[in-house]
């Protein structure tokens, strides 16, 4: 009835072929319409076309190639329009007011792994570059967990490259990821040589691209002592550490590199800009809000900041750097940043990277010119020692890190004084005092009393609590002891992480300005309200954030104008126009692109893109329950395999011992 089998077999797949260009053109048709069609819709398509094109065999060549012709016609135009889009959603990199910022330094970026970069810093070091500063990243492990370090450590150079950093300013330390001993001790907690994972025990790299120090045993020693090292070889003026995250080499990274700071803090004079931030919960594991009509800024994520004592940490003194203007794109296919989260395959940082872009990057400075690094500091009981390490706390355990809290002074039983003393050699001015209380909600210091050697005394109050810092405002000079005493607490026993004093007013090191919308998000290249008016106000650290105090100023379309209103600045901008303002201070200064199209609505080319990001996503959770069925079946045939093995070698055995019996041998 149909013919011939093999005529057959040519109309089914000219019929499968001809359904299959009716889906596909139908979801090309969705993504025009930022909207995916009913599956029953397109599958009752599909059908009704492989049915035509089955029994329909004289037009169903001409319906395939109609069918093939709709979907390159749809798939070039679609193709097309993003490309236009993509170039024309960049934003346009206007501002160069941040050399009080980002000129002239040499700048370090300490991370654990590979990948982890672009997550603590990503957007930052490319504005260092583009001021002309030298960007040095540290990489403490190879990340040789799950991929070899090969692989890894190429990834690492490509992503910068990405970025414009300098192969000769990538320094691999070359210890192994997630190393244990032979109880399960991860490294940090470790008081042995351990061996990674992927079965290392020393130190490795590249042999194009050697280590810092190649051949060095496992040890947390080792690893605190090359962190150190590498600082004071190469002395940048500022460095960027990663914290505690919740991984154990991160932590391993975030508090040796904390205790190597706070090492050459007592042995030199050496006195860097140190900034902590996160690599999870501000970057890769927050929230994935890219896809906004104006960039927003990091979110706070409260609690799960920090895997442990995360308190030690107000969210309302961060300090928030303006990020890379080429690195921000309202299309994600245009950013720098994607374009060195696609250098690492093998981590699917590209997947991530839709959480990573946010128009700051989060950091909190921890000074460095405290005069305590220098002084004899006792207690009168417990370890007095840990308030000078520079660690905001400690962990027995990097595996269970909220559950073994360690590195805090704590007074002993019986101790009425609960008293620490600060002695220097030689006589000083003291302006400001820090304090830094236990970080465990249980155990709160609610006042203490502050005794200088010349009799002046201050009580300083309940401490902040969680073990964020306290500062204590003095005015004292030629001191050369002062002791606090704990008098009021609350909890089992009180305790302090740190204690600082400092001979002046805070001192921010560097200075910048940034515009910032009603809900705090820094302003780039931004399309204003509806309506044509908004207000915006000012970001400043180490200046002054009055709107009076910087000359404002617009250039652009006709009818676009600014002005300072107290403490706003106001920007007119009519519907389809576009301006560059300005504020600047001769020092600071801070430019942003405003446009007005009179809606809040998506642009067409970003709906469409992020249709396309969601079916894309739809696929490769297809392809990984693949190869999860996969593994699953190659682990259930290797069982299968390995019980046969075990019933044959038995079967050997019994066959020998039949043997020995009946025959003697």
Same mark, same amino acid.
């Given at each position: 009835?149909?013919?011939?089998?093999?005529?057959?077999?040519?109309?089914?797949?000219?019929?499968?072929?001809?359904?299959?260009?009716?889906?596909?053109?139908?979801?090309?048709?969705?993504?025009?319409?930022?909207?995916?069609?009913?599956?029953? @819709?397109?599958?009752?398509?599909?059908?009704?076309?492989?049915?035509?094109?089955?029994?329909?065999?004289?037009?169903?060549?001409?319906?395939?190639?109609?069918?093939?012709?709709?979907?390159?016609?749809?798939?070039?135009?679609?193709?097309?329009?993003?490309?236009?889009?993509?170039?024309?959603?960049?934003?346009?990199? /206007?501002?160069?007011?941040?050399?009080?910022?980002?000129?002239?330094?040499?700048?370090?970026?300490? &991370?654990?792994?590979?990948?982890?970069?672009?997550?603590?810093?990503?957007?930052?070091?490319?504005?260092?570059?583009?001021?002309?500063?030298?960007?040095?990243?540290?990489? &403490?492990? #190879?990340?040789?967990?799950?991929?070899?370090?090969?692989?890894?450590?190429?990834?690492?150079?490509?992503?910068?490259?990405?970025?414009?950093?300098?192969?000769?300013?990538?320094?691999?330390?070359?210890?192994?990821?997630?190393?244990?001993?032979?109880?399960?001790?991860?490294?940090?907690?470790?008081?042995?040589?351990?061996?990674?994972?992927?079965?290392?025990?020393?130190?490795?790299?590249?042999?194009?691209?050697?280590?810092?120090?190649?051949?060095?045993?496992?040890?947390?020693? #080792?690893?605190? %002592?090359?962190?150190?090292?590498?600082?004071?070889?190469?002395?940048?003026?500022?460095?960027?550490?990663?914290?505690?995250?919740?991984?154990?080499?991160?932590?391993?990274?975030? @508090?040796?590199?904390?205790?190597?700071?706070?090492?050459?803090?007592?042995?030199?004079?050496?006195?860097?800009?140190?900034?902590?931030?996160?690599?999870?919960?501000?970057?890769?594991?927050?929230?994935?809000?890219?896809?906004? @009509?104006?960039?927003?800024?990091?979110?706070?994520?409260?609690?799960?900041?920090?895997?442990?004592?995360?308190?030690?940490?107000?969210?309302?003194?961060?300090?928030?750097?303006?990020?890379?203007?080429? *690195?921000?794109?309202?299309?994600?296919?245009?950013?720098?940043?994607?374009?060195?989260?696609?250098?690492?395959? *093998?981590?699917?940082?590209?997947? !991530? +990277?839709?959480?990573?872009?946010?128009?700051? !990057?989060?950091?909190?400075?921890?000074?460095?010119?405290?005069?305590?690094?220098?002084?004899?500091?006792?207690?009168?009981?417990?370890?007095?020692?840990?308030?000078?390490?520079?660690?905001?706390?400690?962990?027995?355990?990097?595996?269970?890190?909220?559950? #073994? /809290?360690?590195?805090?002074?704590?007074?002993?039983?019986?101790?009425?004084?609960?008293?620490?003393?600060?002695?220097?050699?030689?006589?000083?001015?003291?302006?400001?005092?820090?304090?830094?209380?236990?970080?465990?909600?249980?155990?709160?210091?609610?006042?203490?009393?502050?005794?200088?050697?010349?009799?002046?005394?201050?009580?300083?109050?309940?401490?902040?609590?969680?073990?964020?810092?306290?500062?204590?405002?003095?005015?004292?000079?030629?001191?050369?002891?002062?002791?606090?005493?704990?008098?009021?607490?609350?909890?089992?026993?009180?305790?302090?992480?740190?204690?600082?004093?400092?001979?002046?007013?805070?001192?921010?090191?560097?200075?910048? /300005?940034?515009?910032?919308?009603?809900?705090?998000?820094?302003?780039?290249?931004?399309?204003?309200?509806?309506?044509?008016?908004?207000?915006?106000?000012?970001?400043?650290?180490?200046?002054?954030?009055?709107?009076?105090?910087?000359?404002?100023?617009?250039?652009?379309?006709?009818?676009?104008?600014?002005?300072?209103?107290?403490?706003?600045?106001?920007?007119?901008?009519?519907?389809?126009?576009?301006?560059?303002?300005?504020?600047?201070?001769?020092? #600071?200064?801070?430019?942003?692109?405003?446009?007005?199209?009179?809606?809040?609505?998506?642009?067409?080319?970003? !709906?469409?893109?992020?249709?396309?990001?969601?079916?894309?996503?739809?696929?490769?959770?297809?392809?990984? %329950?693949?190869?999860?069925?996969?593994? +699953?079946?190659?682990?259930?045939?290797?069982?299968?395999?390995?019980?046969?093995?075990? !019933?044959?070698?038995?079967?050997?055995?019994?066959?020998?011992?039949?043997?020995?019996?009946?025959?003697?041998?």
């Amino acid at each position: 009835m149909y013919g011939t089998k093999k005529s057959v077999m040519r109309r089914i797949g000219a019929a499968a072929l001809f359904a299959l260009e009716i889906w596909l053109a139908a979801w090309l048709a969705g993504v025009f319409m930022h909207t995916a069609l009913p599956a029953w @819709l397109t599958a009752a398509a599909a059908a009704a076309g492989f049915a035509a094109a089955f029994f329909l065999p004289g037009v169903s060549g001409r319906l395939c190639r109609w069918g093939g012709a709709a979907c390159a016609l749809l798939a070039v135009s679609l193709g097309v329009m993003m490309m236009i889009y993509t170039r024309s959603a960049a934003y346009c990199e /206007v501002d160069n007011g941040k050399a009080a910022l980002y000129a002239d330094k040499k700048v370090m970026v300490v &991370v654990p792994h590979q990948d982890d970069e672009i997550n603590l810093a990503g957007g930052v070091m490319e504005e260092y570059i583009r001021y002309g500063s030298e960007v040095y990243v540290v990489y &403490v492990t #190879n990340g040789d967990y799950r991929v070899p370090a090969k692989q890894r450590l190429k990834e690492a150079i490509n992503a910068l490259a990405a970025l414009g950093v300098d192969e000769e300013h990538i320094i691999f330390l070359g210890y192994g990821d997630g190393c244990r001993d032979d109880d399960g001790n991860a490294l940090y907690n470790s008081s042995a040589s351990v061996g990674s994972l992927s079965g290392h025990a020393y130190t490795y790299a590249l042999a194009d691209h050697p280590p810092f120090r190649e051949g060095r045993l496992y040890t947390r020693q #080792n690893v605190l %002592e090359d962190i150190r090292d590498v600082i004071l070889a190469h002395r940048p003026d500022v460095i960027y550490g990663v914290d505690c995250d919740l991984h154990q080499d991160h932590q391993l990274a975030a @508090l040796l590199f904390d205790r190597a700071v706070g090492e050459i803090l007592r042995d030199t004079d050496y006195k860097p800009l140190v900034y902590k931030g996160f690599a999870y919960s501000t970057a890769f594991k927050a929230t994935d809000d890219f896809y906004r @009509l104006n960039i927003k800024s990091t979110i706070d994520p409260g609690e799960s900041l920090r895997v442990f004592a995360p308190g030690v940490y107000d969210w309302s003194e961060r300090v928030r750097m303006p990020m890379s203007a080429g *690195s921000l794109s309202r299309s994600m296919l245009s950013s720098r940043l994607f374009a060195a989260a696609l250098a690492h395959r *093998s981590q699917d940082e590209a997947e !991530k +990277i839709f959480r990573v872009v946010n128009g700051d !990057k989060v950091f909190w400075r921890r000074e460095t010119t405290s005069l305590c690094y220098a002084a004899q500091v006792t207690a009168s009981s417990g370890d007095a020692g840990v308030l000078t390490d520079f660690l905001l706390g400690d962990t027995s355990n990097v595996l269970d890190p909220a559950n #073994n /809290v360690t590195g805090i002074w704590h007074s002993e039983t019986g101790d009425g004084e609960r008293t620490v003393e600060v002695a220097f050699d030689t006589p000083q001015s003291i302006r400001r005092i820090k304090l830094y209380d236990d970080p465990s909600p249980r155990s709160n210091i609610l006042n203490a009393t502050i005794s200088f050697d010349n009799g002046d005394e201050i009580d300083t109050g309940a401490l902040s609590p969680l073990g964020s810092e306290t500062v204590i405002e003095v005015s004292e000079d030629s001191v050369r002891s002062f002791t606090v005493r704990i008098t009021e607490y609350e909890g089992d026993a009180p305790g302090l992480t740190e204690i600082e004093a400092y001979s002046g007013a805070f001192d921010a090191g560097v200075s910048f /300005v940034k515009l910032m919308n009603g809900d705090g998000d820094f302003v780039y290249d931004y399309y204003i309200d509806p309506s044509g008016t908004e207000r915006f106000s000012l970001y400043a650290y180490g200046c002054s954030a009055s709107a009076e105090s910087y000359e404002i100023s617009c250039t652009g379309d006709e009818g676009c104008r600014t002005y300072a209103d107290g403490e706003s600045v106001v920007v007119q901008c009519p519907v389809g126009k576009s301006c560059e303002v300005t504020v600047t201070d001769g020092v #600071n200064a801070d430019t942003a692109v405003f446009r007005s199209s009179g809606s809040d609505e998506l642009p067409y080319g970003m !709906k469409a893109e992020i249709i396309l990001r969601e079916e894309w996503m739809k696929f490769c959770q297809v392809m990984n %329950e693949i190869h999860d069925i996969e593994f +699953i079946l190659d682990r259930a045939f290797a069982i299968k395999k390995a019980e046969l093995m075990d !019933k044959l070698a038995y079967l050997r055995w019994g066959v020998r011992r039949v043997g020995e019996i009946v025959f003697g041998a």
